[in-house]
């Protein structure tokens, strides 16, 4: 995943989508776009930093896992399988992005469950690690299809789909002529924190 | 926020989400002018005006106006379910509705000379 901050505008779209894709919980977020400050006033800018799981080739999260439930795929999508998960918590120590997320408890948005809420709760995901998944049921199933992720919508991860400025781009960065790849390579992205020697997949666009 | 001219406001998932847009559940003031104040990010401060008064929490960013305290009011609805029960600072409060004050662009009068201090 490439995410473009030049053409972030901070609207939140991707962390709504997100949560309604997932069915999250209140105040559990997957992702979200970060507010931040750039310099002192006067001469100061705002960054809007979209935040979620970097998908790492070097997952720190997932060699201290006990019970192995966490895990990462041959194509680089690293995902917690919920049945093996004994809800540690050692992961989301391990994880330098802070992007695992251990509910406990799912009350919903009011005092009364709502007909969505009954209907896309997940209590099997209760007392386990959650985390972005780079929604890999949807892009399982469209590859499934035929379609290619990144170009097919259906195919492609909610929060990038979701993008009102196209800012978030998804794609097989392994793929050189792929859109992911090439933006990557033509506009120098750059990973977060590239100093935890975590080697992230998921790359930004600065300047 | 995408604000929906306010028919989203009672929806606790956007109130849930806007805390990651800096400044929609307290009053921003510029951080040097903050410090000057002795008020502190989180501070609860009091938000005066020459007719009324109002209260919120503060929060210090670098781009805002020394001379400016900025209050939001997506969420600032007085009577609506869900968003009244979120203790914004109220500009009805400090702000008299007065078609004198009301400007030509957003026709509120959302603009009222304050003072600022810790509580």
New interface residues.
């Given amino acids: 995943m490439v995410i473009d901050l030049r053409r972030c505008v901070g609207c939140q779209t991707c962390t709504i989508a997100c949560k309604q894709e997932h069915a999250l919980p209140p105040g559990t977020q997957w992702r979200f776009v970060a507010d931040c400050e750039v310099g002192e006033y006067p001469d100061v800018r705002r960054v809007f930093l979209p935040m979620q799981c970097m998908h790492c080739a070097e997952p720190p999260c997932v060699p201290v896992c006990p019970t192995g439930a966490s895990r990462r795929r041959p194509d680089g999508i690293v995902w917690v399988e919920y049945d093996a998960c004994v809800g540690c918590g050692y992961c989301a120590v391990a994880c330098p992005y802070h992007a695992r997320h251990l509910v406990h408890d799912a009350p919903g948005y009011f005092d009364a469950p709502t007909p969505s809420e009954r209907a896309t709760g997940r209590p099997g995901r209760h007392g386990v690690m959650t985390k972005c998944t780079f929604c890999k049921e949807r892009v399982d199933a469209g590859r499934g299809a035929g379609l290619t992720p990144g170009v097919d919508a259906e195919a492609t991860p909610v929060c990038a789909v979701a993008c009102i400025a196209g800012a978030i781009v998804f794609g097989d960065l392994d793929d050189e002529t792929g859109r992911a790849a090439r933006l990557a390579r033509e506009q120098r992205a750059v990973p977060l924190m590239p100093e935890c020697g975590t080697r992230p997949s998921v790359y930004y666009i600065a300047e | ?2 604000y929906s001219w306010g028919s989203n406001v009672s ?3 956007l109130a ?3 805390r ?3 400044g929609h559940f307290g009053v921003m003031l ?3 002018a903050a410090r000057g104040l002795g008020i502190d990010d989180g501070d609860l401060v009091e938000i005066a005006s020459p007719t009324g008064r109002t209260e919120g929490r503060a929060i210090l ?4 106006r ?1 001379d400016v305290a900025v209050v939001l009011q997506q969420f600032g609805h007085w009577a609506t379910p869900f968003a009244r029960d979120l203790g914004m600072p109220s500009l009805n409060q400090v702000a008299s509705m007065d078609l004198a004050l009301t400007d030509a662009t957003g026709s509120g009068a959302d603009l009222v000379p304050v003072a600022i201090r810790r509580m």
């Fill in positions: 926020m995408q929806l606790p998932i849930d989400v806007a990651n847009v800096r510029n951080r040097g960013r670098e781009g805002i020394p």
